[in-house]
């Protein structure tokens, strides 16, 4: 009796353990939503949470604390030209690793209902969204699964982000939007201040997962080459049964890009 007791302390203890180990991905979490008042005070924190064990982390997020504009004004626009218009790359990792392919339909109604089982709220994201996904690693129990979830899907969609911001990828996605749009928004700051925040989490997961690196079961999949597929179709390069399906939050198919697909 005595040893069961003990042998379940120690299962206790272990899950406890765990449980802080991965409160920072919390604070993560909040770093890649669209930025209040509050974000700045969330980097000292950060950078104090990971300061002992993820040295590398802790000054890429030195980095871009001294690179981020003090006008709040400022840092949300970097934010939506880096993320969400005429964007570098999305945070949605559904959308990195599969487009909007069928497949991400799936993947989204699977997160979604992780995401209830423990009572995860997912805001205005989708279910695929880099902070939503982050905050749930905390409260997710079952290992195996955490780490399925981190090794083949979180690390190569964040690879795929940092990829995004490579010379040769800005200036495709820069011919490509001046062409689509006729005019390239330029913001005050540089879009590359995330890059620093983007490499700081892949290095944390690395450090706490130890991705594979060597595993790509995603191919050439990019943002840029998601994106050119996008526009062409908005061009009618494309023939009308070549379209993509739509989602709503719960990652049910909602209907398509072009109105005709069932």
Same mark, same amino acid.
């Given at each position: 009796?005595?040893?069961?007791?003990?042998?379940?302390?120690?299962?206790?203890?272990?899950?406890?353990?765990?449980?802080?180990?991965?409160?920072?991905?919390? !604070?993560?979490?909040?770093?890649?939503?669209?930025?209040? *008042? %509050?974000?700045?005070? $969330?980097? @000292?924190?950060? =950078?104090?949470? &990971?300061? !002992?064990?993820?040295?590398?982390?802790?000054?890429?997020? *030195? %980095?871009?604390?001294? $690179?981020? @504009?003090?006008? =709040?004004?400022? &840092?949300?626009?970097?934010?939506?030209?880096?993320?969400?218009?005429?964007?570098?790359?999305?945070?949605?990792?559904?959308?990195?690793?599969?487009?909007?392919?069928?497949?991400?339909?799936?993947?989204?109604?699977?997160?979604?209902?992780?995401?209830?089982?423990?009572?995860?709220?997912?805001?205005?994201?989708?279910?695929?969204?880099?902070?939503?996904?982050?905050?749930?690693?905390?409260?997710?129990?079952?290992?195996?699964?955490?780490?399925?979830?981190?090794?083949?899907?979180?690390?190569?969609?964040?690879?795929?982000?940092?990829?995004?911001?490579?010379?040769?990828?800005?200036?495709?996605?820069?011919?490509?939007?001046?062409?689509?749009?006729?005019?390239?928004?330029?913001?005050?700051?540089?879009?590359?201040?995330?890059?620093?925040?983007?490499?700081?989490?892949?290095?944390?997961?690395?450090?706490?997962?130890?991705?594979?690196?060597?595993?790509?079961?995603?191919?050439?999949?990019?943002?840029?080459?998601?994106?050119?597929?996008?526009?062409?179709?908005?061009?009618?390069?494309?023939?009308?049964?070549?379209?993509?399906?739509?989602?709503?939050?719960?990652?049910?198919?909602?209907?398509?890009?072009?109105?005709?697909?069932?």
């Amino acid at each position: 009796m005595l040893r069961v007791t003990q042998d379940l302390d120690l299962r206790q203890n272990q899950l406890e353990g765990y449980k802080m180990k991965r409160d920072h991905y919390l !604070t993560l979490s909040h770093l890649f939503e669209y930025p209040d *008042e %509050s974000y700045y005070s $969330l980097i @000292p924190q950060l =950078i104090s949470e &990971l300061a !002992t064990d993820y040295p590398d982390a802790t000054k890429e997020l *030195e %980095s871009f604390s001294k $690179l981020l @504009p003090a006008d =709040i004004y400022d &840092l949300q626009e970097i934010y939506t030209k880096s993320f969400e218009v005429q964007a570098v790359t999305s945070l949605e990792i559904g959308y990195l690793l599969y487009g909007d392919d069928y497949t991400r339909g799936e993947v989204m109604v699977g997160l979604n209902q992780e995401h209830r089982a423990v009572g995860n709220e997912l805001g205005t994201e989708l279910s695929d969204h880099i902070s939503n996904v982050l905050r749930l690693l905390p409260k997710m129990q079952d290992e195996k699964v955490i780490h399925e979830l981190v090794t083949m899907m979180i690390g190569p969609a964040v690879e795929v982000m940092m990829k995004e911001y490579s010379p040769s990828n800005m200036e495709a996605k820069d011919k490509l939007y001046k062409k689509q749009y006729k005019t390239l928004i330029i913001p005050s700051i540089p879009v590359g201040v995330f890059l620093h925040l983007i490499k700081a989490l892949y290095m944390v997961l690395d450090d706490d997962f130890v991705l594979v690196k060597e595993n790509k079961p995603f191919g050439d999949a990019s943002f840029l080459g998601f994106l050119t597929s996008e526009l062409e179709v908005e061009e009618g390069k494309k023939s009308s049964n070549s379209c993509g399906p739509t989602f709503d939050t719960s990652g049910v198919m909602t209907g398509s890009s072009c109105g005709t697909c069932v």
